[in-house]
């Protein structure tokens, strides 16, 4: 099935530093998700942007709704150990018949280290 | 905690089998995603179910089917195993069959295909 471009693949990182990734799409969409993954659980929502060029923050999280509609960042400050999981993003498509069909990336996979 | 609460947490059938995964949805939710996840992949969009009617179906065969029931809560059915069916089946509730966003997901239900 079509998935997002979601990249880096995966980043190793050390406590305290700062993480950055982002999704893209060929298509167009209304909605941006940013979920966070740990092993053997189901995805738990970070952030949802409604707005192209809407950028909100949740705690040490901030995303952004690209101006095209067609991507996505979501930037980690000053990471800690509990930030290590998979990061995911989702979109939704604009037309009527896209409505609730949300496409994810294949994830990004945070590591940490002290 | 997300209220949406998965059964079973993980089981193993085999090929040609059938299978019923159970969800139920956030209190206050009316509508349920059903999406499938492999292994290192992300989340698939199977079906969305509103007041008990299919409201979008992802690029999965007719052997995959559903059902929402007046509270709201969903099964996933599915008929005649095949290998490729093993995974993590993930539920999501949200509010409105125009989603504006917001899908909360249960813990899966982690389905191997022997």
């Known amino acids: 099935g079509q998935q997002l471009n979601q990249s880096p693949q995966s980043m190793f990182i050390q406590e305290g530093e700062d993480v950055s990734m982002n999704c893209t799409s060929s298509?167009?969409?209304?909605?941006w998700l940013w979920y966070k993954q740990d092993p053997g659980e189901g995805p738990v929502l970070l952030i949802a942007l409604y707005k192209a060029g809407e950028l909100t923050s949740n705690g040490r999280l901030t995303a952004q709704f690209g101006i095209t509609r067609k991507d996505s960042f979501l930037n980690i400050s000053a990471s800690i150990p509990s930030d290590v999981g998979i990061y995911f993003c989702a979109g939704q498509g604009m037309t009527t018949d896209s409505w609730g069909k949300f496409q994810f990336g294949a994830g990004t996979q945070v590591v940490v280290t002290p | 905690e997300t209220g949406v609460t998965q059964s079973p947490t993980h089981l193993i059938k085999t090929r040609g089998q059938q299978v019923t995964l159970r969800c139920s949805s956030q209190s206050g939710h009316n509508t349920v995603s059903w999406y499938q996840q492999a292994l290192g992949q992300g989340p698939q969009f199977i079906f969305q179910?509103?007041?008990?009617?299919?409201?979008g179906r992802g690029n999965f065969p007719p052997r995959f089917s559903g059902l929402q029931f007046p509270n709201y809560s969903s099964e996933l059915n599915v008929n005649a195993l095949e290998l490729d069916d093993s995974a993590l089946y993930l539920c999501?509730?949200?509010?409105?069959?125009?989603?504006?966003?917001?899908?909360?997901f249960g813990e899966g239900s982690r389905l191997t295909v022997l």
């Open positions: 298509s167009i969409f209304n909605t």
């Open positions: 999501a509730s949200s509010l409105g069959r125009v989603n504006t966003g917001e899908l909360f």
């Open positions: 179910y509103y007041r008990e009617e299919e409201n």
